[in-house]
Every structure is written in structure tokens, then in C-alpha cells.
């Protein structure tokens, strides 16, 4: 084995994350208070978060996975199909993964 070449074949390969094919679309949102630990003490933070099932937005075209219209939606930057923390629309994913089957190395 050459290891000489390894740092030359390393510097080609680029890491790059794959594109974000659906984003988050959420019909309520709501504000969710959260302890944050910190050094000197606790304190209250508060972030929002999608409130019910989601929807699958894609990202280059903003239509909605399951053919509901996409007016009232909040939109997350935030990958539907690597957000394991909401609850996902029945019909987004279905739509989701039969595209996933139909295209080639999706």
C-alpha cells in the first residue's frame, strides 16, 4: 500500500451534504419553553416548533408532497426526511418514499 498518496486522494474527494430535497411545512407552530443549562445557572429559553403532523415541502418547488395547497404552511429550514422529532403527514410520506423508489439513486 502506498501511503504516500493518501493525503493526494483525500484533498479530490469532496464532502459535501447532500441537498435538502423537502423541507419542514407546518400548519401550527407554537412556542415551547426549554431549561438551557448553562455554567452559572439555568434559564428559560423559548424556541417554536411544529405543532401536529408535517408536511413535506420541496425544496426547489415548494409543492407539498400530499397535493395540499401549500397557503398557510410555515416553512422550516429544516430536512423533512431527517427530522425524526415530528409527527410527518401520512400522505407526504407515502408520496415521499415512492419517489424515492422511482428515482434512481435517490
Known amino acids: 500500500m502506498d501511503m504516500r498518496s493518501i493525503s493526494e486522494d483525500a484533498a479530490g474527494i ?3 451534504r447532500p441537498r435538502m430535497r423537502y423541507k419542514v411545512g407546518a400548519e401550527q407552530m ?3 419553553p426549554s431549561l438551557t443549562q448553562r ?6 429559553s423559548a424556541r417554536t416548533a411544529p405543532v401536529g403532523a ?8 415548494d409543492a407539498v408532497a400530499c397535493g ?13 426526511e431527517e427530522a425524526f422529532f415530528v409527527e410527518k ?11 424515492g423508489e422511482a ?4
Open 89 to 99: 403527514c401520512p400522505g407526504c410520506f407515502a408520496a415521499v418514499v415512492a419517489h
Open 54 to 61: 408535517t408536511h413535506a415541502v420541496d425544496a426547489a418547488t
Open 14 to 16: 469532496e464532502r459535501r
Open 39 to 44: 455554567p452559572d445557572g439555568i434559564f428559560r
Open 68 to 80: 395540499i395547497t401549500f397557503h398557510g404552511l410555515d416553512v422550516l429550514d429544516q430536512d423533512w
Open 103 to 106: 428515482s434512481p439513486g435517490a
Open 30 to 32: 407554537e412556542q415551547v
